[in-house]
């Protein structure tokens, strides 16, 4: 019964919420186009939880991601200018794709110096992280003076339309994003040795340096990786706001890491799945676009979700008290 509830109880978690607001939303809440807006709106928490995934299944944290993500959008919006001023009226091609790269590469830069860092001189990832956050969202206003950055129409603002364009990808072009990547991180954590080698750390680091894991160079190819996908979540929230904006995804952290915990994730590390933390990212869209149709204020929101996240690592403590 517990391996049952341990495999499958982030999966009873979103039916259950599912359920709850199906008997107390209107009607319009199990239409197809609302379930249209709640896939698109897991795509930036749950693309960034991937990488999160990683983390904490290392034994690590991650408390910059928002501010990396923010990062992205700015790099995204400046290199757009660069190439094609403010003043053009839309822009095609290829450009639009060198900007995505560029904040990737941004994002990877910020997760290469926290990995190096953690590794190199033991540092505690939060502490790391924590200056991280600050570190990137200052770049990002100093990039942005302090202002959005609006620029021309180009294809990567369609990435998360909810009526896509051509109309046979059905959902946005995001929500595919999304599933792909959802697969690469599972053939990574399953079938690669990067992957042992993430659970091997994340149970016992001591034993994994005994084992021959190079575990420094593990680690910042963890933060490294991690900042990839967070950097294509930096992709999709542009494509949100069609804007740079260095004040963006303030707080969208605890969302990424609470969609990973909800999904199995340990934060005592060695446990987590890609198909948990979609379904973290998922429980997480449904309780907002519910509570949204409740007209529940944003801070009730809140405080459902703080409860949901307690209760999660209350279930974690729990199962690894029964197991010992």
Known sequence: ??????????????L????????????QFNSFYNVKTILTQSVI????AFGMT???ISGGIDLSVGSQIALG???IATVMNLGAGPEASSVGGMLPLVAALAAIAACALC???IGSFIARFTIVPFIVTLGMMQIARGTAKWIG??????????????LMLLDPEPSWLIFAPGVWITILLFVVLAVILKYTVFGRHIFAIGSNELTARLCGIKVNLN???IYTVSALFTGIASVMQYSNLTVGDPTAANGMELDIIAAVVIGGGSLSGGEGSALGSIIGALIMAVLRNGCNMLGLPNYVQEIIIGFIIVGAVLIDRLKHRINA
């Open 219 to 221: 680690k910042a190819l």
């Open 45 to 48: 928490v749950g693309i960034a």
């Open 145 to 158: 003076k302090e202002q959005t950055i609006s620029t021309p129409p180009n294809w990567l603002q369609d």
């Open 73 to 75: 959008t700015v790099v």
């Open 111 to 113: 997760g290469l110096i």
């Open 16 to 27: 259950f919420v599912i359920i709850l607001f199906t008997i107390l939303c209107p009607p």
């Open 54 to 56: 990683m983390i904490i």
């Open 1 to 14: 019964m517990n391996k049952v509830l341990a495999k499958f109880g982030p999966f009873f978690g979103l």
